[in-house]
């Protein structure tokens, strides 16, 4: 890992950009040490730099937490395959036509999640050999396919919150009856594009002893703010 660059926030929370071989990444931490590290994906391919995404991050770092993100392949500023172009391509025209777009999402966002994984293994990895980051490990982001895949193949990570604001494709859906670890589900109940019974099936088929629902009026964006807080107190009981 080769950090490329740092900045110190006001609030004392270090912002560091890295580089993992191609695997870009952005690293926050506090000012306090050791501290519990937590993954933080974004939305099925957006950029780790998204201004939500690091609102959040450095919302969570202030809190005592080591924050991490990365663009996996095929997300941000990465080199993109011809069928993941083409995938795209065809989800623009079916929306702006008003036809069905589920298989769609399942050519595009099934592979991104397959090649997305590993990335994110790799960069566990390396994150848990710096200094002043340790376990337990969270998850948390609007990328609820990946963060239900990692939940099930990466036993470090011990508690997740999902945004139910993305297309989940199937394979992941009947992944989330193996997820057994604490889960906080954020649903936008008047999300226009993610169907709310979609949502609540897949709240429902999780596997968790404990996993609690909160829901919000408002469309896809419209998380109240203190959902972030709210968050931070559920990392709290599971990670420190």
């Given amino acids: 890992m080769?950090?490329?660059?740092?900045?110190?926030?006001?609030?004392?929370?270090?912002?560091?950009?890295?580089?993992?071989?191609?695997?870009?990444?952005?690293?926050?931490?506090p000012g306090s040490a050791p501290a519990p590290l937590v993954l933080m994906a974004h939305n099925n391919g957006l950029p780790k730099a998204d201004p939500r995404l690091v609102a959040r991050a450095r919302y969570t770092a202030a809190r005592g937490y080591a924050v991490a993100t990365i663009d996996a392949a095929g997300c941000g500023d990465?080199?993109?395959?011809?069928?993941?172009?083409?995938?795209?391509?065809?989800?623009?025209?079916?929306?702006?036509?008003?036809?069905?777009?589920?298989?769609i999402f399942e050519s595009l966002i099934g592979p991104l999640v397959d090649n997305a994984v590993p990335e994110w293994r790799t960069t566990l990895d390396a994150l848990l050999k710096l200094p002043g980051i340790r376990g337990p490990v969270g998850y948390s982001g609007g990328w609820t396919a990946l963060g239900i895949r990692l939940a099930v193949a990466e036993p470090r990570i011990a508690?997740?919150?999902?945004?139910?604001g993305g297309y989940v494709p199937r394979a992941q859906r009947e992944e989330a009856r193996r997820v057994t670890?604490?889960?906080?589900?954020?649903?936008?109940?008047?999300?226009?594009?993610?169907?709310?019974?979609?949502?609540l099936d897949l709240f429902?088929?999780?596997?968790?002893?404990?996993?609690?629902?909160?829901?919000n009026l408002g469309g896809h964006t419209g998380t109240p703010w203190f959902e972030l807080e709210d968050g931070c107190r559920f990392l709290d009981r599971h990670l420190k």
């Fill in 78 to 103: 990465r080199p993109r395959s011809a069928a993941d172009e083409q995938a795209r391509a065809d989800l623009r025209r079916a929306m702006q036509a008003g036809e069905p777009v589920d298989e």
């Fill in 2 to 29: 080769h950090f490329t660059s740092e900045q110190r926030l006001d609030d004392g929370v270090l912002e560091r950009e890295f580089t993992l071989g191609e695997i870009p990444g952005t690293l926050w931490t």
């Fill in 159 to 164: 508690a997740a919150g999902f945004f139910a």
């Fill in 181 to 199: 670890i604490p889960l906080l589900f954020l649903l936008q109940w008047d999300d226009e594009g993610n169907p709310r019974r979609r949502a």
């Fill in 204 to 215: 429902e088929a999780f596997g968790s002893e404990e996993k609690t629902l909160h829901a």
